[in-house]
């Protein structure tokens, strides 16, 4: 467990409100997220998360699987406040942010990535980047040319991270879906947020694009909170130190990798799914 | 439709036509008379409110339908001044584009709210209140008849009143070069990008942590602003405002010069705008009566055959990839 008084020490030079954070974070939990009776049911009936009991300590890596339309990317949006909960409150940081906007949400140090990576398709990979730093950075006045080239330099490091600075003045739309995978990844990173979200980020990545993403994972402060939704286990097993199982909306198993690769009831869940990733769980077994 | 790539280069793309344009604009007023010229001073005020709509619809992803009100606004701001005996040219800009851009600030909040066919449909809505508007309001606008008497301006204070076509030709010009030198400088700027992330893809922006609304807003204050100035300058070219520059066809036509120039490219803007005056006047001329249907016709064509503009720059907005799944 992260020792809470490092966190307000180490809170990154680019943070928007270092302050606020470091007064906040005194006399607060140990838990980043926490969600209470969360549900989400969508127009259609479908409910997507039924009722949810979740913390996620701060510092550590969580890991959230389950099969297809379990919820976690519909877990992901309502933590990001992409979505509005039916029932239910979401914590972050000992605040009550059931209400608050994506953009605060953002601002407060929530970044997210998304299982279909999402970029500004007409503008270059390094703009990209910038962009996605620019309500993060204390930079001021940032819409004049030499501000934002200091912006842009600064930025410089998350382009090496995810090892794309050869593309860095491609249009981001003209990147193949890996390429665009890294920068969507890079673009989260360069938020330099507090809690880290991250929806599949291996899908779709070559080997050495899961090596990078790996060493970028373990780069990141120690302080950063990170829940990454992932379907290989293999992946899970050497990133995350907890993994939340969920079927059907609900809560199914928690525990440490080798805990959920031993679960019972995670195997029957798995493979009422597909024969593939039961295999996967036993390797790590 | 096929092109080579140096064509598509920047130097080329924008350069060429660039060019051409100032030479055009230089050159031609020697050999046109007066008619002719007042045409083209015509064309260059609604080239700057056809720049206003690119700003919205090309850069911010707004189409707008409702530019002309702010246009208007600024061109009963000169009228009204010019009849109390304030008819300093420099002025008259500065104060149109001030009310216009308060004008703007004001409806903005509204229209803001709303996205897509409801933006369209509300900033249509807005300028048909503001003609109606300007009709009504007799005492300061002079109603549907119109505002009479209104005197030549003087460029600066101290200078001679414009008398002819040609000087308030170049008055015209000159204006119109530095604010599109402005909006050009501004579009280039970090401003332009974040415009364009926002029309890329707006929730992306907002995941990212940016006041996307606040920027639009400003963005529909800056083009308010902006279609006021040409407002001021049509109402130097006529001598004359009514309801009618503000009508729905005039916002219309303005976003079919748009859509011709493409639409985040001001020069094309630009183009569009004189083509659509020469459309107008001129053609008009072998098939007397028949200017709608042909601008009309013009603009299926813009659209099926020429997706890319006069300008050869992108009117599409780019296909969305990805959101939350
Ligand atoms: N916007 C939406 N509208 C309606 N149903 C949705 C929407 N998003 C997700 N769902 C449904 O909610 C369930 C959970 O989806 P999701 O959270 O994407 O699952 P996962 O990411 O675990 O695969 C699925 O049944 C899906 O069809
Ligand atoms: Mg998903």
Known sequence: MTD????????????????????NMSSVSANMIEVSGLTKAFSGGTLAVGGLDLTFEA???HAVIGPNGAGKTTLLNLIAGELRPTAGRIRYNGRDVTRTSRVKRSRLGIART???????????????????????????????????????EYCERYLETAGITALADRPAGALAHGERRMLDIGMALAAEPRVLLLDEPAAGLTDQGVERLLTAMR??????????????????????????????????????????????????????????VPDAVEEVV | MRIPAVLLSRPVRIGVPGAALAVFLLIAPSSFDGYGI????????????????????????????????????????????????????????????????????????????????????????????????????????????????????????????????????????????????????VLRSPVGKLLLACRDHEARMRSAGHPVTRYQWLAYVAAGALAGFGGVLMCTVNAYVSPDDGSFSNSALVLLAVVLGGAISPLGALLGAGLIVATQDWLSGPFPGHGPLLLGLMFIVAVYALPDGVAGIRFRVPKRRGGPA
């Open chain 1, 4 to 23: 809470v008084s490092s966190v307000s020490a180490n809170v990154s030079p680019g943070s928007a409100d270092a302050s606020s954070v470091s007064a």
């Open chain 1, 114 to 152: 998304f299982q279909q990576p999402t970029v500004w398709s007409t503008l270059s990979v390094a703009d990209n980047i910038a962009l996605a730093a620019w309500p993060h950075s204390k930079v001021r006045g940032k819409w004049r040319r030499g501000r934002y080239r200091t912006l842009s």
């Open chain 2, 38 to 185: 007042s045409l083209m001073s015509k064309a260059l005020a609604l080239g700057v409110l056809a720049v206003s709509v690119s700003i919205l619809a090309g850069y911010s992803g707004l189409p707008t339908m409702g530019q002309a009100a702010p246009f208007l606004v600024g061109a009963y701001t000169a009228g009204v001044m010019s009849t109390h005996g304030h008819t300093v040219g420099v002025l008259q800009l500065l104060c149109g584009t001030l009310v216009a851009a308060v004008f703007a600030a004001a409806t903005g909040l509204v229209a803001i709210r709303t996205r897509g066919v409801a933006f369209l449909m509300t900033t249509l809505a807005l300028g048909e209140l503001t003609v109606t508007a300007a009709g009504e309001w007799r005492s300061l606008t002079g109603g549907t008849d119109g505002m009479y008497g209104i005197t030549a301006i003087q460029p600066l204070p101290g200078m001679a009143a414009l008398s002819s076509d040609r000087s308030i030709y170049w008055f015209v010009l000159t204006a119109t070069v530095v604010v599109i030198a402005v909006v050009w400088w």
């Open chain 1, 219 to 276: 780069a990141l402060p120690q302080e950063v909170t990170v829940i990454v939704v992932e379907h290989d286990f293999a992946f899970v097993s050497a990133v995350a130190d907890t993994v939340t199982v969920l079927q059907d909306g609900k809560l199914l198993a928690t525990g440490t990798p080798t805990e959920i690769a031993a679960d019972a009831a995670v195997r029957t869940a798995y493979l009422g799914e597909s024969g593939v």
């Open chain 1, 59 to 61: 510092g550590r890596r």
